[in-house]
Structure formats: structure tokens, C-alpha cells
């Protein structure tokens, strides 16, 4: 049954109204009303909001503005879960917030009602923020891992990584660059002695070069091979360089240290 009220019903009128219909005794009030739909109408007879049972059997209620556009909609999924839908020009989605299947999260869309950002837990109850481009395709996600430390990730074609910002398992500032296979080349960031360092990877992921600072300021770089032997060795402090090759061995073919 449909009952439309206007915005200026009386306590009376909706009395006998209930009274009518037998869903309430004359002289006694009203405990329980049941039905399928609520519309709230204007003075003009355009429904502004509406109660009732979406096509799976569960309640939702929508908002409209005076030219009968949706600006709103609260409503329980098919999945139990409940949300709420923000609408802008043209009944296009604008903003949802509810829930998912991993906890609460918000999604925002563009103007053509393409989804470009959600921030929501991810597996493990982390909290993170992912950025679409207008194909709807992943470009960046603003992440904390099992550790509790934040990153920063920007991604290429098919959502691989290209480059991670953020910290690594000993709280140390990271920069993780990757091609576009999303293999890891080379990493800018600091020693266990809190040093700063540049390491660089082949595509199989073996550091074959690599540049760190010393704890007495001295830096050095090494060539290594892929069993991940030094091979050359540039070190030492200005005036002092140093200069040593060696053999797939490991042992000293030639060095300029005296």
C-alpha cells in the first residue's frame, strides 16, 4: 500500500487516515504501521523522498531535490552490508560511504561517475587510499604494511609498481624503482649504520652496483657479478682513493693500496 503525505499533513487528518485503513481503532493510537513504501511528496505532488524495499527485499531510503533529482540514497546491500550514496548533476554517483567486505571505506567518483579514489582497509585491517585515472585503472596507492609503517606507491600500466616511497621494516626512509615488469632495480636509501646508499638490481633482482657512505664519511662503490661477488672496489677518502680488482673468486687481482 502507498501512502503519500504532504509536507503539511495534520496530526488529525493522518489519524483518520490510519483510522481508514484499519490500522489503527478509533480512540487509539497507532503502535506499529507496516508497508512496502513511504513517499514524502512537495506541494506540488513530486516525491522529495522515499522509503521502500529495493529489488532484493531490503530497505533503502532516497532523497530528491524539487526538480525531482537524486541527491542521496542510504540502503542495505544484497550482502547485509549498508551504505550511503551521494549524487550530484545528471543522478551521477559523487561520493559512497559504508562498508565492504574488509570494514568501513569511502569512494569518491568524477563528474562522469567514474570511481578515482577509495580509502579503506585493505587484508590484515591496514588502512590505505588508492587513486584511479579516468579509465578507472590504478595509478597510486597510499598504503601501511603489517609493520606499521606508510608508503607511497606509484603505479604503471596493468597496476605494477614503478616506485615506492616509504620506510622499511627498521623505520629507515626508502626509494624502491621499478621497470615496467614491476621488478625491483634500484634502491635509494639508508644503510643499517644509518648511512645513505644507492643499490642497483639486474632483472633477475641481483644488486650488481651499489654506492654507500661509510660511518667516517668515506664512500665506495662496488661492480659485483651474479653470484653476487665484488669484482671492483672505488673507495676511500679524498686523496686516499682506493682501486681493487678481483676474480669471480673473490681474490685480489690488482689494487692500488699500499
Known sequence: MKLALG?????????????????????????EVAAKRFSLVGDDGKELAAMELTSDGLPSVTLR?????????????SNGLANVWMFGEEGKVRAQFGFDTKGPAMWLFDKEGTGRLVAGFSEGDLPGMWLDDKEGQPVSRWVQNA????????????????????????????????????????????TLYGNPGLWLDDPQ???????????????????????????ATLSGEEGKEQL???????????????
Open 7 to 31: 509536507l503539511a499533513v495534520s496530526p488529525v487528518l493522518l489519524g483518520g487516515l490510519l483510522a481508514a485503513s484499519g490500522w489503527m481503532n478509533p480512540g487509539q493510537a497507532a503502535t
Open 147 to 190: 609493520s606499521g609503517f606508510a608508503s607511497l606507491e606509484m603505479l604503471g600500466t596493468e597496476g605494477l609498481r614503478q616506485s615506492v616511497l616509504g620506510l622499511d621494516d627498521e623505520n629507515r626512509p626508502m626509494l624502491w624503482l621499478y621497470d615496467e615488469r614491476g621488478v625491483g632495480r634500484a634502491i635509494l636509501g639508508f
Open 205 to 231: 633482482k641481483k644488486t650488481r652496483a651499489s654506492l654507500a657512505m661509510g660511518v667516517t664519511g668515506d664512500c665506495s662503490f662496488d661492480l659485483l657479478d651474479a653470484s653476487g661477488t665484488s669484482r
Open 65 to 77: 531535490d524539487k526538480s525531482g533529482g537524486i541527491k542521496a540514497r542510504f540502503a542495505v546491500a
Open 244 to 258: 681493487t680488482l678481483r676474480n669471480k673468486s673473490g681474490e685480489t687481482l690488482f689494487t692500488t693500496v699500499k
